[in-house]
């Protein structure tokens, strides 16, 4: 069996809401099935072997072979499986994934693993804004699993993220962890502005120095023993925190503003 | 059967089904964690007063931690499971959470999963936070040495209590000599501990007592001082007995230790002074597990 692979006849002049191609949607689907199935493209629907070439049979394993950001929902509510997609991905990708993995090998939209609760989401490249975020109206963000962004991160990412570890080895853009509720965000490069403004709980890992606004406090140097644990749980990840080994760190407690149960903690180098 | 001069009793110890857990103790060395270890096993030989019997497993390596220090694992039963997740909070709060450096992690994973740290958080007074990796949930609660870093939850398994056997010595110097060297065999058999001081028993117990109050009082037929007043189990020449008690996760780990146990004795055989190995039972009415001796050395 060969990975189910679709390709885009020619980029879409509207955005297309692909959250009914994922494995646990398409199992037990023939061909003929899965051509039939409408996608919702602007205000049309369209059947999706009008818009894509579709190949291969095997629906756990399926791959975008050319990827655009108009590709939106890529993964929605995944259960199992795999998903690939070569070039970028539109917004929400992974939302409220479930399970499964999902590989993109380009550049992320918005409120990409937003409402995600497990599996793995690895971004071969750069996630827009409000990354494991909430979507306006929801009350928690990502609330599981894995998340791995081998390039930059917009701003807001883990907005009201309630569970799970988000691993950025770039750069993240302003409010890094606002509203974080729970949860683990690591980030190898620079952050924006004010990280962490209005966090509750979670921890936000810091390899570079931070402008933290005056409701974080500092709460000095120390040895964490969790973070043995942690770098271990990390060891057998794809990408550079898999050589994370630091366990010595600066405490930022806060947003004292919002309970203060969150922390940064900032590694030396 | 007469292994190097030590006769072998035609008999059977008598085991009981117990409930068991495994929590690993690290520390920032082997000193602490055995300090710690030592202290949350304290007081805990017999259930009939104790609560719970608990001792040393084993050292582990800093390989073998989750969290890549050094130490030890802890063995602890008893007769039910809420009386073992009772005396495992009140021992870790009291014995664990209090040790300079200490963590506490899950050794047995499946079962059914019994609190390690979930109440203890309460001690961080809000201050504590948890996080989870690899499923797992950790608790990480503020003390004044730094952070107390315990896992959640601990597996619990159906095990076997009260293994035993006898050694019956011609001095009290060869009879403690021969326990000695028992013990240092069996502490190399995994899923087992020997929860007597240095696991050794000296007083052994018989159901029952002439006081109304005690459930257990001397094992007068063994007591070599009594020959003469008592239906004696000892011959003429026997001046000592030494008894040891096992605990195991399964009947096959108490198993294996009673035979690395008796074979060290009677590796000192009866140059040493060494002439019997009996073994403690109920006549078999009371306890679900039997060992039969010479079944075990065969």
């Known amino acids: 069996m060969s990975a189910l692979t679709f390709t885009l006849k020619k980029i879409p002049q509207q955005r297309i809401d692909c959250a009914p191609l994922t494995p646990n949607m398409l199992a037990g689907k023939s061909a003929a099935d899965i051509g039939a199935i409408l996608l919702q493209s602007g205000n049309e629907t369209l059947r999706a072997d009008a818009l894509f070439d579709i190949s291969g049979d095997n629906v756990a394993e399926i791959v975008f072979a050319n990827g655009c950001d108009k590709l939106d929902y890529i993964g929605a509510a995944m259960q199992s499986g795999r998903i690939t997609i070569h070039g970028d991905a539109g917004w929400y990708l992974g939302f409220r994934k479930k399970g499964g993995d999902i590989v993109l090998r380009g550049n992320a939209g918005d409120f990409a693993a937003s409402g995600m609760t497990g599996g793995l989401l690895h971004i071969h490249g750069n996630a827009g804004d409000f990354l494991a975020a909430a979507i306006p109206g929801d009350r928690k963000g990502m609330a599981g699993g894995l998340v791995i962004v081998t390039g930059n991160a917009g701003d807001r990412a883990g907005d009201q993220m309630r569970r799970g570890i988000v691993l950025i080895e770039g750069d993240a853009g302003d409010y890094c962890a606002s509203r974080m509720i729970a ?14 403004y209005g966090m509750k709980r979670g921890t936000l890992l810091l390899f570079k120095p931070p402008k933290l606004h005056a409701t974080l406090q500092d709460c000095g140097m120390h040895t964490l023993p969790f973070l043995k644990l942690m770098a271990k749980s990390f060891r057998d990840l794809p990408g ?5 080994d630091q366990t010595r760190a600066r405490r930022y407690a806060g947003d004292l503003a919002n309970d203060g149960k969150g922390e940064i903690l900032v590694f030396s180098n | 059967m007469n292994i190097n001069g030590v006769l072998i009793d035609d008999t059977f ?33 017999s259930v009939i007063a104790c609560g719970v019997e608990a001792g040393i497993e084993r050292e582990l390596s800093p390989e073998e931690t989750p969290d890549g220090r050094p130490g030890v694992a802890v063995l602890m039963f008893a007769m039910g499971s809420a009386v073992l997740m009772k005396q495992l909070e009140t021992r870790m709060g009291q014995c664990v959470l209090t040790c300079p450096t200490a963590a506490a992690f899950s050794g047995i ?28 949930r950790y608790w990480r609660v503020p003390v004044m040495d730094g952070e107390f870093l315990t896992e959640e939850k601990t597996g619990m398994v159906r095990a076997v209590g009260g293994g035993n056997f006898l050694i019956l010595a011609e ?3 060869q009879a403690l000599a021969a326990g000695e060297a028992a013990i240092a065999a069996m502490k190399k058999v995994p899923n087992v501990i020997m929860p007597f001081p240095g696991g050794i028993v000296r007083s052994g117990s018989k159901v029952g007592s002439k006081y109304k109050t005690l459930i257990a009082s001397t094992n007068d037929a063994f007591c070599p001082t009594l020959k003469g007043l008592t239906k004696t189990a000892l011959s003429p020449e026997i001046e000592s007995v030494m008894e040891i008690v096992i605990d195991g996760l399964s009947d096959a780990d108490v198993r294996k230790a009673t035979h690395a146990g008796i074979s060290a004795v009677c590796e000192l055989g009866a ?6 190995v009996s073994a403690g039972n109920y006549g078999g009415k009371l306890g679900q597990f039997h060992f039969h001796l010479r079944e075990i050395m065969a």
């Open chain 1, 183 to 196: 949860g683990t965000i690591g980030v190898l490069g620079a952050t924006g502005a004010y990280p962490g």
């Open chain 1, 240 to 244: 550079k925190f898999a050589h994370l």
């Open chain 2, 13 to 45: 110890a008598e085991a009981f089904g117990m409930r068991g857990t495994r929590v690993l103790i690290t520390a920032q060395n082997l000193k602490w964690a055995h300090i710690a270890a030592a202290s949350m096993t304290g007081f805990a030989t």
């Open chain 2, 109 to 136: 994973e499946g079962g059914d999963r019994i609190n390690l740290g979930k109440n203890l958080r309460f001690f961080g007074d809000g201050f504590q936070t948890s996080k989870q990796f690899g499923g797992k």
């Open chain 2, 171 to 173: 001095s009290q110097p």
């Open chain 2, 271 to 276: 140059a040493n002074g060494v002439r019997r």
